[in-house]
């Protein structure tokens, strides 16, 4: 079975561009997340989906950062203008969450590793 | 709100030697608990997992206990080989019906073992 598929694995651009990063979670799952790894501030969630509706983006550090849902297959986390602070493994996540019985579990991708000049 | 704090590392143990990685949490209910692992240049992958206080979780020789009186959930190998470098994330989760949330990561903890 597949896994969790992240696009692209490296991404390296300059200051001021834009970076769309992708993920599609695992079939059947009905919750998506988004982590960001640093050194500095370790694994922080940025935003998470539930049934493709933003839960919680209180994570997501200002309004250059937008991640959108449009279907249960596909999710994409955008930073424009990149800022070279923004540079870090950016890790998709998901999990199948039911009304009882759940583990909680998530499954997560190879991660992004975006690199800001 | 939910928070982890698991031992500072990084932790350096010699090939064969006993593991021990302490991790206790705070939240409200009965969250799920689980150990993360991150091998070099690879994202997260589930070791074990344990969603009921006193459940046992295991897996490739290591294990976990949920002790709800102690509010923790220790990691632990009885003989560690090389292979077992990397680094390991406790957390926990509130999930359906107590609740939806995120996952909550302790900081890590970076094993090193030494042939």
């Known amino acids: 079975d597949a896994g969790v598929i992240q696009s692209p694995r490296h991404e390296v651009t300059e200051m001021g561009q834009e970076v769309t990063l992708r993920c599609k979670p695992i079939?059947?799952?009905?919750?998506l997340f988004w982590y960001r790894q640093t050194m500095m501030r370790g694994l922080e969630l940025l935003i998470y989906?539930?049934?493709?509706?933003?839960?919680?983006d209180s994570g997501m550090p200002e309004d250059r950062f937008s991640a959108k849902m449009p279907n249960a297959s596909f999710s994409t986390l955008k930073i424009q203008p990149s800022e070279p602070r923004d540079s870090a493994v950016y890790f998709c996540?998901?999990?199948?969450?039911?009304?009882?019985?759940?583990?909680?579990?998530?499954?997560f991708g190879e991660g992004s590793r975006l690199t800001v000049l | 709100g939910n928070s982890v704090t698991q031992m500072e590392g990084p932790v350096t143990l010699s090939e064969e030697a006993f593991l021990t990685i302490n991790c206790t949490y705070t939240?409200?209910?009965?969250?799920?608990l689980f150990w993360y692992v991150q091998y070099p240049g690879e994202g997260l992958q589930l070791l074990l997992k344990?969603?009921?206080?006193?459940d046992k979780g295991s897996n490739k020789g290591f294990e976990a206990t949920y002790r709800k009186e102690t509010t923790s959930f220790h990691l632990e190998k009885g003989s560690v080989q090389v292979s077992d470098s990397a680094v390991y994330f406790c957390?926990?989760?509130?999930?359906?019906?107590?609740?939806?949330?995120?996952?909550?990561f302790g900081t890590g903890t970076r094993l090193t073992i030494i042939p």
């Open positions: 996540a998901s999990s199948f969450d039911r009304g009882w019985g759940n583990t909680g579990e998530l499954f």
């Open positions: 079939s059947g799952h009905n919750s």
């Open positions: 989906f539930n049934n493709n509706v933003p839960i919680d």
């Open positions: 939240a409200t209910g009965y969250p799920s």
């Open positions: 344990a969603t009921k206080a006193d």
């Open positions: 957390a926990l989760r509130r999930v359906p019906p107590e609740g939806n949330e995120k996952l909550t």
